[in-house]
């Protein structure tokens, strides 16, 4: 039973070409960026949603940060497309991949650490050691906050692969008890229908809300070391 649950997250393959590429360049395709005569309501929408998403994002940051607003909302509109894909029926989702989701945090963290050192190296070492530390805790200090910047971009992977997994993992549970349950119990399979709706309304708003996270403390990072 365990391995057919962790089965939805292996990479399907189609005469002999692996589902996951193919399902990293569907959000390429999206016709958002064809020209149009007029707006309709939804890229009306979209279009503000994605200004307010910039300014949020961009106000924290001084004029040298500004230069990446373009490559965060194009990469949270990408991890957002595959998110809500990966919730449809016969779908595969790549960002439940911890080695895909790390493909995108340590070439981007290792980018705000290498701008900090480049712009201002004695502020980013700085920050491995707090101010006023007594000196018998400063090898031991220095050591935590290395180890801790080290983890950042683990975090960032981990994160956004463990909340996809469990909601994947919950939606596949409760939906097979609905199934188990509609010929034996009607009516609390009814009710545990409900709860699986109500779920996966919760799972699109978590997987919007991992893709924004994620953009989120890249920017922090972003902001620490300009």
């Given at each position: ?11 399907q ?12 360049m ?65 779908t ?9 989701n ?20 004695t ?17 031991v ?6 180890i801790?910047l ?11 692969t463990a ?34 709706v109500m ?28």
């Amino acid at each position: 039973m365990m391995i057919s649950l962790f089965d939805q997250f292996a990479s399907q393959k189609f005469m002999g070409v692996s589902l996951i590429f193919i399902a990293l360049m569907v959000p390429m395709f999206f016709p958002n960026s064809f020209p149009r005569w007029t707006n309709n309501r939804l890229s009306t929408t979209q279009t503000w949603l994605i200004n307010r998403f910039v300014s949020q994002l961009m106000t924290p940051l001084n004029t040298g940060g500004h230069k990446w607003a373009l490559m965060f909302t194009s990469l949270m509109l990408y991890l957002i497309s595959m998110n809500l894909l990966g919730l449809l029926p016969y779908t595969f989702t790549p960002t439940t991949q911890l080695s895909m989701n790390m493909g995108f945090a340590v070439p981007l963290w290792l980018a705000t650490v290498i701008i900090g050192m480049l712009n201002q190296p004695t502020s980013s070492l700085g920050h491995l050691l707090p101010e006023g530390t007594p000196t018998p805790l400063i090898p031991v200090l220095v050591i935590i906050e290395t180890i801790s910047l080290f983890i950042r971009p683990l975090a960032l992977g981990v994160r956004l692969t463990a909340n996809l997994t469990a909601g994947h993992l919950l939606i596949q549970l409760i939906s097979t008890a609905v199934f188990v349950l509609l010929p034996l119990m009607p009516t609390v399979a009814l009710l545990t229908s409900t709860v699986l709706v109500m779920l996966t309304l919760l799972e699109v708003a978590v997987a919007m809300i991992q893709a924004y996270v994620f953009i989120l403390l890249l920017s922090l990072y972003l902001q620490e070391n300009i």
